[in-house]
């Protein structure tokens, strides 16, 4: 067979993948539905609330980010909007007293506060005594920060309900996502109650969990970044790098400055050690912080400090250091009933990822394209290994 030959077949087949069709909305639908669970109700109602989000974010329609999505939905809520928590008053009511003490608000003026009547004609006190949900009990809250004045005071316009939605999101997250980027709904309350509903929760955890550009090439880096944070991953790596490189014991859990830290701040563990290499890495203390402080970005990469420290541990390791590692996270929350790590649920959510894969059926089949990377994700590939 001549090579002349051989090239007008390849010519030909890449015509026609060229002009082969995009998949329409309703065969996106589709091809989202045979991944679901057998058992999962609504798929028609999931479907949309998944496809639209992966539309308007353009991630792109594979079987893969299909099944991200589908995974972290299983694991954080059993594909439930607003699931029910067990002893959540019990909870509440610790947190309550904990935020007391801090404040160091009498009892009894507390008290009184919880007593009066609510929006609802309940008081605070029944209603967080009946509240199952975390959207029920962000409702109670919401309504004392906004009508009672020692409400204020105590939570400081801060709802201590932080997570929602089917995904979990954060709810801070979501604020700041709408502020960067169109939701494409229409809000009926607020922001703040479109995470607990399906298609607002679905939205902005795909948004958390694909929308935004990371260098790695296996989705577990990408669901320990959904537990602990954008770019933690990454920033995990950058600090065992700088571990090997010093000889320093730095906590890997992907945090590279202080939260809110001043410019004039004695620096945390992982600043301290990038300034004990400084000379050898060619970089002053001014340049390291600012570097440091691009770790929420995919900035950081470009620096000189992240570019410095990799090029050392790669010529003193003799081969290339992780770029990626998941952050050693325990995960602290008063819902858990036992030790959990970001390590644990990222695995998890890997697990459920590949029986998700395993799962889809014909449809799937029918749909798929040769052009259509199993692996891909907005901005680079990633396999569930």
Known sequence: MSRGFLLLVALVLAGCAAQRPQMTAAEARALVRSYMPASLSDKEGWAADIYTPMAVLEVPVTPDNICAILSVTEQETGFKVDPPIPNLAKLSWAEIERQRER???????????????????????????????????????????????????????????????????????????????????????????????????????????????????????????????HYASRNAAFQAALAQLTGATLALDGDLVRSGQARDAPPGETEAAARSIARELGIDAAQIRRDLEQGKSRAFERSGLYHRVFELADRRGGKPAARAVVPAIELQSAKFTRRLTTQWFAERVVARHRQCLARHGKVAFNLLTASQSACSTSDAGACPQ
């Not at 005594?129 to 009508?147: C, G, P, Q």
């Not at 709810?171 to 995470?195: L, N, W």
Request: a positive charge; aromatic letters at 12%.
């Open 103 to 229: 404040l160091g608000i009498p009892k009894l003026v507390l008290d009184a506060a919880l007593s009066l009547e609510s929006r609802n004609g309940k008081s605070y006190r029944q209603r967080i005594d009946a509240a199952k949900t975390e959207r029920e009990l962000s409702d109670v809250f919401e309504d004392m920060i906004d009508r009672v004045p020692l409400g204020r005071t105590f939570f400081a316009d801060r709802n201590p309900v932080r997570t929602g939605g089917p995904m979990q999101v954060s709810v801070a997250f979501a604020m700041a996502h709408a502020r960067a980027r169109q939701y494409p709904y229409p809000v009926h309350e607020s922001m703040r109650d479109e995470v607990f509903t399906r298609r607002g929760g679905m939205y902005f955890g795909i948004a958390h969990l694909l929308d935004y550009p990371a260098p790695y090439d296996r989705y577990l880096y990408r669901y320990a970044d959904f537990n602990a944070g």
